[in-house]
T-cell receptor, first 114, second 113 residues
Framework: GENVEQHPSTLSVQEGDSAVIKCTYS??????FPWYKQELGKRPQLIID?????GEKKDQRIAVTLNKTAKHFSLHITETQPEDSAVYFC?????????????FGKGTHLIIQP | DTGVSQDPRHKITKRGQNVTFRCDPI?????LYWYRQTLGQGPEFLTY????????KSRLLSDRFSAERPKGSFSTLEIQRTEQGDSAMYLC???????????FGSGTRLTVV
């Protein structure tokens, strides 16, 4: 089955700086790659996703890039703010998030230092 | 709140007891998923429904676990003869289809003592 590795496990950046979280996946058939943000004690919330026919996607301060050849994808957050502090999970799916469910990474705890 | 609702929020049970959790998805979402999340880990897929049909089950879902979605609306997840290793957050999610992301519920935190 699919295996998703996520790095780093903890990332501390100064407010205003950029943060990058990286994930690799094992199954070349995976075609859907969402990112979720989970604040302490709250539900995971979808923040951005990308499909395998696209190399990059942006939404304001957040961007995701996908390298299908290398089987890795990354989350980029620019101009970080205190409210960006949370655990971020990447995930991958073969059927576009359908019947096989999502395989999640172990998460990155992002800490924004004031 | 018209999001995904889960009940109860917290459940403490003695080892060996049976527990049942409920999930009410967003009304127009035909796809429903159950995940389990332990501390410091990402959610792990358990099972998937499209309308009332259970189309996929993870090998993580032992015979003690059963899920239903009668009439394609709410879903229940039952754990029989609970074990301490079942202690986790059980998350439900729903979606409109493969072109749409999931919306997760707030989860049911199970503690087996």
């Amino acid at each position: 089955g699919e295996n998703v590795e996520q790095h780093p496990s903890t990332l501390s950046v100064q407010e205003g700086d950029s943060a990058v979280i990286k994930c690799t996946y094992s199954d070349s058939a995976s075609n859907y790659f969402p990112w979720y943000k989970q604040e302490l004690g709250k539900r995971p919330q979808l923040i951005i996703d990308i499909r395998s026919n696209v190399g990059e996607k942006k939404d304001q301060r957040i961007a995701v890039t996908l390298n299908k050849t290398a089987k890795h994808f990354s989350l980029h957050i620019t101009e970080t703010q205190p409210e960006d502090s949370a655990v971020y999970f990447c995930a991958a799916s073969i059927r576009g998030g359908g019947a096989d469910g999502l395989t999640f990474g172990k998460g990155t705890h992002l800490i924004i230092q004031p | 709140d018209t999001g995904v609702s889960q009940d109860p929020r917290h459940k403490i049970t003695k080892r060996g007891q049976n527990v049942t959790f409920r999930c009410d998805p967003i009304s127009e979402h035909n796809r429903l998923y159950w995940y389990r999340q332990t501390l410091g880990q990402g959610p792990e897929f358990l099972t998937y429904f499209q309308n009332e049909a259970q189309l996929e089950k993870s090998r993580l879902l032992s015979d003690r676990f059963s899920a239903e979605r009668p009439k394609g609306s709410f879903s229940t997840l039952e754990i029989q003869r609970t074990e301490q290793g079942d202690s986790a957050m059980y998350l439900c999610a729903s979606s409109l289809g493969t072109a749409h992301g999931y919306t997760f519920g707030s989860g049911t935190r199970l503690t087996v003592v």
